[in-house]
């Protein structure tokens, strides 16, 4: 019963961060609340007794999009105007909100690792397994989510060039 309030919390808070992700009209906003819901995702993976899957939901997702995220700055090159909108960013109505939902997040995966003595009730995912499910049957989808990725990459960068050059 406590494993199922705990899927839902974080279900919620997956949810939550989502649909704030898609909403927020600043690009560093809406990152920091993707990699909220994603990391919520790692707690629900967690839950389910695949706790590699929730390493590789946090060590690839979360942190592979934050350092593409880092390249489009990088690449974009704001100068003034990016180093104020940074120390906009440090305003506490910013952060407050994927901070808590962050905190919620904390507590309860801290809950499940001090309480879990073994494998989750659920059983337990394998890497091999996790492997063998990622570059066999799904490799195309694997494939096309990573091109998928470049293209935005891409499109982004040429969108934001356009956006320098006119000088808006």
């Known amino acids: 019963?406590?494993?199922l309030t705990l899927f839902y919390i974080a279900s919620t808070v997956a949810l939550f961060a989502t649909v704030l992700a898609m909403t927020r009209t600043n690009a560093i906003h809406a990152l920091i609340y993707l990699i909220v819901?994603?990391?919520?995702?790692?707690?629900?993976?967690?839950l389910i007794g695949a706790p590699f899957a929730a390493a590789l939901e946090i060590v690839i997702y979360a942190g592979a999009i934050m350092v593409l995220f880092v390249f489009v700055i990088?690449?974009?090159?704001?100068?003034?105007?990016?180093?104020?909108?940074?120390?906009?960013?440090?305003?506490p109505h910013v952060w407050l909100g994927p901070a808590i939902l962050s905190l919620v997040l904390l507590v309860e995966l801290l809950y499940l690792i001090s309480t879990v003595e073994g494998p989750a009730s659920?059983?337990?995912?394998s890497p091999k397994s996790v492997g063998l499910?990622?570059?066999?049957?799904?490799?195309i989808a694997v494939?096309?989510?990573?091109?998928?990725?470049l293209s935005g990459?891409?499109?982004?960068?040429?969108?934001?060039?356009?956006?320098?050059?006119?000088g808006l």
Not at 143 to 149: C, G, I, Q, Y
Request: glycine share 10%; charged share 20%; no cysteine.
């Open 1 to 3: 019963m406590l494993e």
């Open 37 to 46: 819901s994603l990391l919520a995702i790692a707690v629900i993976f967690f």
């Open 74 to 91: 990088m690449m974009l090159n704001l100068g003034e105007k990016g180093d104020a909108r940074e120390r906009q960013l440090l305003q």
């Open 122 to 125: 659920s059983g337990s995912v």
């Open 133 to 139: 499910a990622l570059f066999g049957p799904y490799v």
């Open 143 to 149: 494939e096309l989510a990573s091109m998928l990725l």
């Open 153 to 166: 990459l891409v499109g982004s960068y040429h969108l934001g060039r356009r956006y320098l050059d006119r």
